[in-house]
């Protein structure tokens, strides 16, 4: 007897579209699976002279190069970075996982400069927004008509009394943001532990970061290290909250408190990293009633992030409000556009917003600035508006994890309803995570997703 194969339900059909599209990712460039066009508008650029300076080659920089070159003709396109490597910065904590190898995060800035933009190969010196030009460390003053500030953050590892970052992965001490080198570095340090247990430290600084839920990740990560080498009962995890909660986001941190008690990881609120002995693996925490000393065989030191020194010193930063202390950029946090220089807009890391650090938040901020300023040259308005969307594949676990999506409001987004619930533990979301998110970023880096 032959048997009917059962009609398919509306989410099998929605998962079997998302994973042809992962099977397109290298043609589509999307995570979506969505098609995109190449080339943006190609055929209808708008004619200009301008000339437009871009302080930062990283991603939110590079990405803005790609879209400016595909949106305007005659325009003086100019990138001033100083690092001739690139560095796909999600993909960090899967090599201090053991999951990928150094080399998947490395790759050269000039393999996503697009035609006819040239790249000044120095760090930024000065921005002066007033007199509406860039000094670079080798002397050359760049005048502007725009200004893109794409500089990204500065790791304060020197606000941490005792740090030394020539000593990560070593005795016990990792830090999975400060390079590819010790990025690595840190999955010897944490496998390392991993084969013995003792007592191991996770946490977040005060104030803004990137990728915040990034420390979160690492500690499931360690957790199932941990029991698959049959020595989680040998260890106590302990996370160190800088606040009263474990993400901005209330659902989300309601979530991870309940799988955080699920697998044992002991969580202290309001404690914030001072200073650490490295020798005698002592770290001592700032919190409301003085500080407290912790000792450890495992530490994973997330620094405090501020804005480059080269924002701060300059008129850019907010002179008030919650970013003010740090020299984050103040910027309109719908259109990106500085609020009192007009020709002069902020992406990425730098910008002065209430969410956003994520490679995923440039991939919508880049294109809504973009939009602004071609409208400006085009002598146009453009009612183009960043939401505040910020992405956070949380890895719960090798092999599973939560596709964490929200905006401005704290809002939960689905992009996709009927295949991934934002709050459930998934293979599908660790396969973005792990192969899908990087086709997708280095087709934003080309202007293309």
Not at 28 to 53: F, N, Q
Not at 199 to 219: H, N, Q
Not at 419 to 429: F, G, M, N, Q
Request: charge should be neutral.
């Amino acid at each position: 007897m032959k048997l009917s194969r059962p009609a398919a339900t509306p989410a099998d059909q929605a998962r079997r579209r998302f994973l042809a599209g992962l099977g397109a990712l290298p043609l589509a460039g999307a995570a979506t699976g969505v098609m995109v066009a190449p080339e943006a508008h190609a055929a209808s650029k708008v004619k200009t002279r301008a000339s437009i300076v871009i302080a930062g080659g990283g991603a939110a920089g590079l990405t803005a190069a790609s879209r400016l070159a595909a949106a305007l003709e005659g325009a003086t396109i100019t990138v001033i970075d100083g690092r001739k490597e690139h560095w796909y910065q999600p993909g960090f904590t899967l090599v201090a996982s053991g999951i990928k190898p150094r080399d998947y995060v490395v790759s050269g800035t000039s393999d996503y400069l697009p035609r006819g933009v040239e790249w000044v190969n120095e760090a930024v010196a000065e921005i002066d927004p007033e007199g509406s030009k860039v000094v670079t460390t080798g002397g050359r003053t760049l005048p502007y008509d725009f200004l893109i500030v794409a500089t990204g953050l500065e790791l304060n590892y020197t606000g941490i009394e005792g740090m030394d970052t020539a000593r990560i992965g070593q005795n016990g001490m990792g830090s999975i943001y400060h390079s590819p080198a010790a990025a690595a570095a840190t999955w010897e340090a944490m496998s390392a532990f991993a084969d013995k247990g003792g007592i191991g430290l996770f946490g977040r600084p005060a104030g803004e970061m990137k990728c915040a839920g990034a420390p979160l990740k690492y500690t499931f990560i360690t957790d199932d290290h941990l029991r698959r080498r049959d020595n989680r009962g040998k260890a106590e995890l302990i996370y160190m909250a800088q606040s009263k909660s474990l993400f901005g986001v209330p659902i989300v941190a309601e979530k991870v408190r309940m799988l955080f008690q699920d697998r044992g990881v002991r969580v202290q609120h309001e404690h914030v990293l001072q200073s650490i002995d490295l020798d005698r693996r002592i770290a001592t925490y700032r919190t409301p009633t003085g500080t407290a000393e912790q000792g450890y065989d495992f530490i994973n030191v997330v620094p405090p992030m501020r804005a480059p020194e080269v924002v701060r010193n300059s008129p850019l930063p907010w002179t008030d409000g919650p970013f003010a202390s740090d020299g984050w950029m103040e910027v309109d946090r719908d259109t990106l556009r500085h609020k009192r220089f007009p020709n002069v807009f902020g992406v990425g890391d730098i910008a002065g917003v209430p969410k956003g650090k994520t490679a995923a938040s440039v991939k919508w901020q880049v294109p809504v600035a973009v939009d602004h300023l071609v409208a400006d040259i085009a002598g146009k308005t453009s009612d183009e508006v960043y939401n505040g969307y910020t992405s956070c594949p949380l890895i719960t676990r090798l092999g599973q994890a939560m596709l964490i999506e929200f905006d401005y409001k704290d809002n939960l987004i689905m992009s996709f309803p009927g295949v991934i619930a934002p709050l459930e533990e998934l293979w599908i979301s660790w396969v973005m995570k792990t192969m899908a998110l990087k086709p997708t970023y280095l087709s934003m880096l080309r202007g293309r997703a």
